[in-house]
């Protein structure tokens, strides 16, 4: 109950524009391993093993409690619909002009008419989560309107009977290669 209510709170700041980053330079993959470590023991109750790649990449600005906000979503998430003993993958990579987080789990995928609302307040896919675990349908909403909030964007990739991707892109800092 105390996570909906966050949640809704979450929301309805968003939503009034009583919402405020506070940015400062981050290296996104340190930030990914360290939600990783924590995450890991909810994956380890299903067997499931979370693997990451931690490469030298442009900072970013960003707000790093936000950021963990949608790092955790995406990854519970991909725990939660993930059957026991297989793998999600997390990474952070360059592209252009960005600096992209990738989850993607080896689940049930979301069905393709259902990909489109995904991000909608509410919305929860008609698969469902493989071990009977809870689900809001707010999540993924705050999680777009955080990276909105950000000026990046974040993308959704599924196939049925296969699996989910999620891309998130952050513009970087231009000049601020390496450590964040």
Same mark, same amino acid.
């Given at each position: 109950?105390?996570?909906?209510?966050?949640? +809704?709170?979450?929301?309805?700041?968003?939503?009034?524009?009583?919402?405020? +980053?506070?940015?400062?330079? !981050?290296?996104?993959?340190?930030?990914?391993?360290?939600?990783?470590?924590?995450?890991?023991?909810?994956?380890?109750?299903?067997?499931?093993?979370? !693997?990451?790649?931690? &490469?030298?990449?442009?900072?970013?600005? +960003?707000?790093? $409690?936000?950021?963990?906000?949608?790092?955790?979503?995406?990854?519970?998430? $991909?725990?939660?619909?993930?059957?026991?003993? =297989? !793998?999600?993958? $997390?990474?952070?990579?360059?592209?252009?002009?960005?600096?992209?987080? *990738?989850?993607?789990? #080896?689940?049930?995928?979301?069905?393709? #008419?259902? *990909?489109?609302?995904?991000?909608? %307040?509410?919305?929860?896919?008609?698969?469902?989560?493989? %071990?009977?675990?809870?689900? !809001?349908?707010?999540?993924?909403?705050?999680?777009?309107?955080?990276?909105? $909030? #950000?000026? @990046?964007?974040? &993308?959704?990739? =599924?196939?049925?009977?296969? @699996?989910?991707?999620?891309?998130?892109?952050?513009?970087?800092?231009?000049? %601020?290669?390496?450590?964040?």
């Amino acid at each position: 109950m105390l996570n909906l209510i966050d949640d +809704l709170l979450d929301v309805s700041a968003i939503e009034s524009g009583n919402f405020d +980053l506070k940015r400062e330079r !981050t290296d996104l993959g340190k930030l990914l391993k360290n939600r990783v470590d924590i995450i890991a023991l909810i994956a380890e109750e299903k067997g499931i093993t979370i !693997t990451t790649d931690d &490469a030298g990449l442009p900072a970013v600005d +960003l707000d790093p $409690a936000r950021i963990n906000q949608v790092i955790d979503n995406l990854l519970t998430n $991909a725990i939660k619909f993930s059957p026991p003993e =297989s !793998t999600v993958e $997390a990474v952070v990579r360059l592209g252009e002009g960005v600096v992209e987080l *990738v989850v993607r789990d #080896h689940g049930q995928g979301i069905p393709e #008419h259902e *990909v489109g609302k995904v991000f909608e %307040a509410f919305e929860k896919p008609s698969t469902k989560p493989t %071990a009977g675990e809870k689900s !809001t349908g707010l999540g993924l909403a705050i999680v777009k309107r955080i990276i909105d $909030a #950000h000026g @990046g964007t974040i &993308a959704v990739e =599924s196939t049925l009977g296969e @699996g989910t991707a999620f891309t998130v892109a952050l513009p970087y800092l231009e000049g %601020a290669v390496g450590r964040g």
